[in-house]
């Protein structure tokens, strides 16, 4: 089935989730070292994702149009209030963070390659080994995170759902319409776009930084429009 993988990752955040909220009575310097130290790991995933870049003029371009862009939409803002409206139906009574929970676990699940490899490789030839693959580590981080940010992980798993599920089920419609070379090339590039912001995630998880990485998110269209336009013209 197309959705298999999906699905799959999907239910291996909401089972982490589920288990870290049995280990919520950590410590809390210890959740803080935890939570640091994942912080420190996604900020290696991070520059590693960058490196791959074949042109990293594109990279840059990408999110500088993409963060203005963010900004003027103000994504993170907007983010932040649905993680604050499901705080307020799910937390109330009780001490919560739903919302960075929510917000900053969806980023980490939702930005990157292996969500679009792996739904893309669902989608066209039924294979889901990649995003077996995520899953397993979108499992573990929930896991963690959930430890010490809370229930507001869980609701992660949507973004994820809809995300990787939408790929998938256009993934035929993607090759038919647009060339391989744009596509290889996009996904490089969009590798290391994702990149960058999966080492903001982690320095703002690690307490370096407090970077609004929602708003950098439409540099991922732009990377795709940016590829297109170069291929277009001729620079490729």
């Given at each position: ?93 009780h ?10 676990a969806?980023?980490?699940?939702v ?5 679009v ?92 930084t407090?970077?609004r ?17 170069l ?6």
């Open positions: 089935m197309v959705l298999t993988g999906t699905l799959v990752n999907t239910g291996l955040i909401i089972i982490g989730t589920l288990l870290g909220l049995l280990f919520h009575k950590i410590p809390e310097r210890t959740k803080e070292t935890v939570v640091q130290a994942i912080g420190l790991a996604v900020v290696v995933l991070g520059v590693q994702m960058g490196l791959k870049s074949e042109n990293f003029l594109i990279v840059i371009g990408s999110l500088v149009l993409g963060g203005a862009i963010g900004e003027w939409l103000r994504i993170d803002e907007k983010l932040n209030r649905v993680g604050e409206w499901l705080e307020l139906k799910i937390g109330r009574g001490p919560s963070n739903i919302a960075e929970g929510f917000v900053t969806t980023l980490i699940f930005i990157g390659a292996m969500g490899l792996g739904a893309l490789d669902g989608g066209l030839r039924q294979d889901h080994d990649v995003l077996y693959t995520k899953g397993l580590i979108d499992g573990f981080t929930a896991l963690v995170l959930s430890s010490t940010l809370g229930i507001g992980v869980i609701f992660s798993a949507i973004p994820v759902l809809v995300y990787q599920g939408a790929i998938a089920l256009s993934a035929v419609a993607i090759t038919q319409f647009v060339p391989d070379a744009i596509l290889q090339q996009f996904i490089v590039e969009m590798t290391a776009t994702g990149g960058v912001m999966i080492l903001a995630i982690g320095l703002n998880l690690a307490g370096i407090k970077i990485v929602a708003n950098l998110l439409p540099g991922i269209v732009m990377v795709a429009l940016i590829v297109t336009g291929e277009l013209l001729g620079f490729n």
